[in-house]
């Protein structure tokens, strides 16, 4: 159809363009991969330009029909060798503007002019599409993955131009006909219809059923159907039918073999008509045609290039005088189901790879996650270490929700080449859904749209680590002690008997006493240190009994008084109503006691504290310490437990190593979590029996 003179034609005519535009858009499912795919496609198969077009027009001269519009002889092909080189450009460049769409609208109206029929142009892009697939397939360079996302980009581009010529072709074809061909227009609409629910990814035997269906309809047919050619079986079967019994669906006509009835169908290049089957005895056609009393039939091969995928046929049991518009429409729904077994057969295979690739990534023994636009995937090893499921962990958000502390961003600036990635090494705690501390290191791999996550639970390794490290530690501090104890236990006894000496000289007033004061508290003072190193070094062992946690932690409470008197310090538990424990009260008075000194001496008035008491899982009891203080960076949480490191200006450094020691002891673990700025927070998790299995 010509393009309208007026304006307000125009912009009806433009209005119609845009909105089909748009409509086979959507029904192709065009996605932005598909634009980012253009320069990809163009890149590659350029190159083979020449090749294609030398080989469509060496076809066309093969068929008459297709020639007989070619009216310039060899000039006038050379000239068209140079549009379809162009063509192919712009279809795999795909920039869809007003002009684009205006020149494929005057293609399919030119196809009209020099009387191209349609069905050769559905034929030439089969045979581009099979080229340009072709070329893909055997490009060594490209991964799995990519060749599968450029051939379904290939495949959208084409369907797409198809769906826009054909479009203009209808529309100008129906506008010339005069008187209208109703028998034809029919046929265009149903092709239409197949040609669209194709491309909005109909099922395949969906297509198949209606197929057959518009062929019954179209023609009035007495039988129709659909042959499925099975390779394994080299067997033809009847997959959808019209006309025949019910019972016939599935069962076999007959194979292929050099000769056969089928073997000369599919080697003809168009479909095969036979006038009569009685009088046309060179053909061996199948025993239930002549049961049926078939007479009259045409059929086409549904096949593209390198494949075979079955037959469609229908028959008359009366004699029938086929028009070009019968084999036409048959030849089309025929090419729409090649086109639509294709797709399906890419994406069958693509999701055939994402399923191995699942089961794969599923069975390893790390953690994988996959990470884009903040939405996760993850695999059973997350599932396992974190114990959640996979429905639990569906964001970043989740992931965060595990972290003990904020995750410390250690990337350094990307590289140059945003599509170049990065890969970054670091360790997190998390806390499981049983509330275990877990520590896990982590690989991310990031590029610039999404991340890969590899994750390994190295808890027991860093236990151990910890374990014989401290094993070592203590091993030196006893035979330090061994040493130091017969010296200066007796240097202190010494000092001890001559400052006692001392004060019988003295005034109890005078500045001498005062002076052995110092003395005496400097001799307290270093045997305090003494014992608290012994006090490391020794052995734990355990008196355990039946201990009410709440009550345990109110008594470290009491015991702090010196330290909380004239303050404005409290304290609140919540939680563990009725939990009691088997364990040593005295070890466990002095780890909370140790907690909350701590707290106190870094906490300013008001100084607020918080007991959590946490008994959801049965395995362990799970205490959490918050105050309302300034808190510490993650360097201090990772060495606060080892022994003699201390923040203060005063002290041994072993109070938090001899608690964590305790905690052990009991079967537990102390974990100082980082809040810099935001208070304290200590996660102590104890057996629940109190005492470890052994």
């Keep these: ?130 080229h340009l697939g072709s070329v893909l397939e055997n490009l060594e360079e490209l991964s799995a993955n990519e060749r599968d996302l450029l051939q379904r980009s290939l495949n959208k581009r084409l369907d797409f131009e198809l769906a826009l010529m054909s479009d203009s072709y209808y529309k100008e074809y129906q506008s010339r006909q005069i008187p209208v061909n109703h028998a034809r227009l029919g046929q265009q609409k149903r092709l239409a219809l197949l040609s669209r629910d194709a491309l909005a990814g109909a099922p395949l035997e969906v ?35 019209s006309g025949w019994p019910k019972e016939i669906l599935g069962q076999s006509i007959g194979d292929l073999e050099v ?12 479909s095969m008509e036979v006038d009569d089957h009685d009088l046309q005895t060179d053909l061996e056609y199948p025993a239930l045609f002549k049961k049926q009393r078939i007479v009259s039939s045409i059929q086409v091969a549904i096949r593209n290039e390198n494949e075979i995928y079955g037959i469609l046929a229908v028959h008359f049991r009366q004699h029938r005088q086929f028009q070009a518009s019968d084999h036409d429409f048959l030849v089309s729904l025929a ?44 695999n059973q090893g997350v599932e396992n270490m974190t114990g959640y499921t996979r429905e639990e962990l569906n964001s970043l958000d989740d992931w965060k929700k595990l972290l003990v502390e904020p995750e410390v961003d250690e990337s350094s600036p990307g590289p140059a080449d945003p599509h170049a990635g990065k890969i970054q090494q670091s360790e997190v705690r998390i806390q499981r859904a049983d509330r275990e501390i877990r520590t896990i290191a982590k690989l991310k791999f990031e590029s610039a749209i999404d991340e890969i996550w590899l994750l390994h639970d190295i808890t027991d390794s860093e236990d151990q680590r910890r374990q014989q490290l401290q094993a070592e530690r203590l091993a030196a501090i006893g035979q330090m002690i061994t040493g130091i104890a017969h010296e200066s236990r007796n240097a202190l006894q010494r000092i001890q008997a001559c400052t006692e000496m001392l004060e019988l000289e003295f005034e109890p007033a005078s500045e ?70 088997q364990a040593d009260e005295f070890r466990l008075i002095q780890v909370f006691r140790n907690l909350l000194e701590n707290s106190l001496a870094a906490t300013p008035d008001p100084a607020r504290i918080c007991a959590e008491i946490e008994t959801g899982d049965s395995s362990h009891i799970v205490i959490t310490l918050t105050d309302n203080g300034p808190g510490f960076d993650e360097t201090v949480a990772r ?52 005492i470890p299995l052994r």
Aim: charged content about 25%; overall charge negative; aromatic content about 10%.
């Design 207 to 241: 297509l198949y059923d209606q197929a057959i269906a518009y062929l019954t309809e179209s023609l009035q047919a007495d039988y129709c159907e659909l042959l499925k050619f099975v390779p394994e079986k080299n067997t033809f079967f009847f997959r959808s039918a």
């Design 639 to 690: 060495r606060m437990l080892d022994p003699f490191f201390t923040t203060k200006t005063k002290g041994s450094g072993l109070g938090m190593a001899i608690a964590s020691r305790i905690v052990e002891a009991h079967g537990g673990t102390i974990t100082p979590v980082s809040q810099a700025g935001s208070g304290a927070k200590f996660i102590v998790s104890i057996s629940a029996g109190g």
């Design 335 to 378: 090419n729409i189901l090649a086109n639509a077994i294709h797709r399906k057969g890419i994406e069958n295979q693509q999701r055939q790879s994402e399923h191995q690739l699942r089961r794969l990534i599923d069975r390893l023994p790390a953690g994988a996650v996959y990470v884009v636009n903040d939405m996760l995937q993850v």
């Design 512 to 581: 001498e006493m005062k002076l052995i004061g110092r003395l005496q508290q400097a001799q307290d003072d270093l045997q305090w240190l003494f014992d608290e190193v012994r006090s490391y070094a020794a052995p734990i062992v355990l008196e355990t009994k039946p201990v009410d946690l709440i009550a345990t932690c109110r008594r470290a409470w009491d015991q702090t008084e010196p330290l909380r008197r004239n303050r404005d310090a409290t304290l609140e538990i919540s939680g563990g109503r009725d939990v009691t424990l």
């Design 1 to 130: 159809m010509d393009q309208p003179s007026s304006s307000a034609s125009e912009v009806s005519f433009d209005q119609y363009v845009g909105r089909r535009f748009e409509e086979f858009k959507r029904y192709i499912n065009w996605t932005p991969d598909d634009d980012d795919c253009s320069r990809r496609l163009l890149e590659l198969l350029q190159p083979h330009f020449d090749h294609v077009v030398s080989d469509f027009y060496q076809e066309i001269l093969n068929h008459p029909a297709a020639l007989r519009v070619i009216t310039g002889g060899e000039q006038q092909i050379e000239r068209l060798k140079v549009s379809l080189r162009e063509w192919l450009g712009e279809a795999l460049l795909g920039q869809h503007d007003a002009a684009y769409l205006e020149k494929r609208w005057r293609i399919g109206r030119k196809h009209v002019d020099i009387g191209l029929d349609q069905v050769y142009v559905n034929a030439a892009f089969a045979r581009i599409r099979g």
């Design 259 to 270: 000769g056969s009835y089928f073997d000369i169908i599919l080697s003809s290049k168009d």
